[in-house]
Each structure stands twice: as C-alpha cells, then as structure tokens.
C-alpha cells in the first residue's frame, strides 16, 4: 500500500501501526489519544486528501455502553478461593456501572496475550477497561496506553503513564494493623507479605517497619516472610515463621486467606490464636467474618473501591479528565487479634 492508497480508516491505521478506534478517535482529536499519536495520524490523513465521512464517523464512535473487567486468565481447574477478591471487586464496579447504564463483561487475559486489547475494543464491544490484573500489569497497561484505550487500574500505575488509577492507602495499612498488635501487648510481630517486588507490598511493609520503630522495636529478618497473597502462601509463610522464631506473638498478614493459613498453622501446631500468636488480615472479604474464627483485618472497602473503578473509568470516557483515587483503609477488630 502506499500512502496515496488511502481510502478508510483501516488503511490510516495499518500505516500508522494503530487500532481503527485509535484512528478514529485521533481524527475526532479524542483527549483521551496522546497528542503526538494524534499528530501522526492527522498527518497521515491530511497527506492524502483523507476525510472521514459523517456516517462512519458516527459508526466509529458508536458507544457500546459496556466496559470489560480486565482479570487473569481462566483455567477452570485452577478457581479457588483465591479468587475471591476480584468477585467482591466486582460487585461494586457492577454497582457503579448499573447506576450509569453500562453493563459489565468479564475478559480473561493471558499474559503473554498482546492482541486482546485490539480485539475488544475494535470490535466495538466495550467502551473501556478496568484493569485488575497482577501478573504482567504493567506489559497490560502499555498494551492499553499503545491503542489509546481509555482504562483505570487498580493499584498503582508506572509514572510513564499518566492514567486513571485506584488503590487503598497501604502504609496506612500496614501501620494500623501493627500499631494495633504492638497495643495489645505483642513484641515479636511477624510480617506475611505478597509479592516483594509488588509496589502495595512494600507499602505495607514500610506501614510495619515504621509502626515498630516508632516504639522502640527493630525488625528481625527472620520474622519477615513473603508469599503471593494465597491460602496455601499464608501456610507456608507461617510454617517458616514457627521454624526460624519460635517467640513470634503476633502475624500481620498481606490477605485475609494468608491469615486464614497461618491460623490454620498456628492452630495445628497446638498453639491458642489469639492467646499464644494474633493474627491480623488485610483485605476485609466476607470470608473474614464468616471465618470459625472472625478475622482482625484491614478493610480496603472494597464495595466503595469497585464503585470509583467503575464511576472514574466512565467519567475519563466522558471527559478525558485523569484521577487518581487512594482510598482511606480502616481496621477492623474481631476475635484473631
């Protein structure tokens, strides 16, 4: 094709290497396109006399009144529990988005996937994306940012991209729930966390540390355990816990199903919870007070989170303008701890 070819969108957006919508929405000069991709693609269309005609435009820019929850991808074998937090997220985006008329879809992402945002959004059937993926994130959100898809995130997004983001308060967290074990009396504090290298992570971590330094406590390695947020994670974190520091008094835990495992573990090792060791979450699912034995945990108001996903994703679709929401985390005190 050479550029004096160009009769359509689709023909613009093979030579700029773009989606159709990107082009179309460059060609409408969308705020939500980056404005050097706009510039390439009115460049493109200007040099060959190209003028995008009221019906296609109007087929183009057609609104599916839909927007897709972006989540790991789905092997049936695999559904846990661990999924829970996404299903409670997502009641509250469904909420948000039944109040302003959009319906919700479900899309499973393979990681190595870096198509599916073209064919979601070509093929007109969601307006935008809420993404809740953790593994490859950041892959995901320069997939989205490429094809100028308007999306929001929860968690914290790279600085590179300048997009809608929501995340609960962290190392608010984190101090609270150890500030809160430190009260009742506990010295040897142990510190389950998810992913290391996860930005939420070490925010709840430096929550901790500061909580314990605050009071006078230096933090031992050997009470410092990572695992990836799961029920199985939690008892094994708590396992190395008893072997490396048998004096550990209390676990603050990264999620409610790893502090579910510990208890399991601490229980089963014929230790009292929360006599011998407290235990406190983070998450606030309903699980946590349904537990046998109700969970002390850190609630991210995860009905509120899913309502702001969903209410600043559509407002960003409307208007182009950018947020960036950190919820206020809050603890919650049942019988673990």
Not at 69 to 75: D, G, L, R
Request: charge should be negative; charged fraction near 20%; hydrophobic fraction near 40%.
């Amino acid at each position: 094709m050479t550029e004096k070819s160009v009769k359509s969108i689709e023909d613009i957006a093979r030579l700029a290497n773009v989606s159709k919508s990107t082009v179309s929405r460059s060609l409408n000069d969308s705020p939500l396109i980056r404005q050097e991709t706009k510039d390439r693609i009115q460049a493109i269309a200007r040099e060959n006399d190209f003028c995008l005609n009221q019906s296609a435009r109007s087929l183009s820019t057609h609104q599916a009144q839909a927007v897709a929850f972006v989540t790991h991808a789905y092997y049936a074998e695999h559904f846990s529990i661990e999924d829970l937090f996404g299903l409670e997220i997502m009641g509250g985006v469904g909420s948000g988005l039944y109040g302003l008329g959009y319906d919700l879809m479900v899309i499973h992402v393979n990681p190595h996937d870096t198509e599916w945002a073209h064919r979601y959004l070509d093929s007109g059937r969601v307006d935008g994306f809420i993404l809740m993926t953790s593994t490859r994130k950041q892959r995901h959100i320069k997939i989205l940012a490429d094809v100028g898809a308007p999306f929001i995130v929860w968690g914290f997004p790279p600085e590179k991209f300048d997009c809608c983001s929501v995340i609960g308060d962290d190392i608010q967290g984190g101090k609270l729930a150890t500030e809160h074990l430190i009260r009742i009396g506990r010295k040897h504090i142990g510190f389950i966390g998810g992913p290391a290298d996860e930005i939420e992570v070490q925010h709840r971590y430096k929550g901790y540390e500061t909580a314990m330094q605050a009071e006078g406590f230096e933090v031992d390695p050997r009470l410092v355990v990572y695992g990836d947020y799961s029920h199985a994670s939690g008892i094994s974190a708590m396992q190395q816990l008893l072997e490396r520091s048998p004096e550990v008094d209390a676990v603050f835990a990264n999620s409610d199903l790893m502090a579910i495992g510990a208890i399991n573990v601490i229980q089963g090792s014929g230790k009292r919870v929360p006599e011998d060791i407290a235990v406190v979450g983070y998450d606030d699912l309903s699980i946590a007070s349904y537990n046998n034995l109700p969970l002390t945990t850190i609630s991210q108001k995860i009905p509120m989170a899913g309502r702001l996903l969903a209410q600043n994703l559509i407002q960003y679709i409307q208007t182009g303008l950018v947020t960036h929401v950190t919820i206020p985390v809050e603890l919650v005190v049942r019988k673990s701890a």
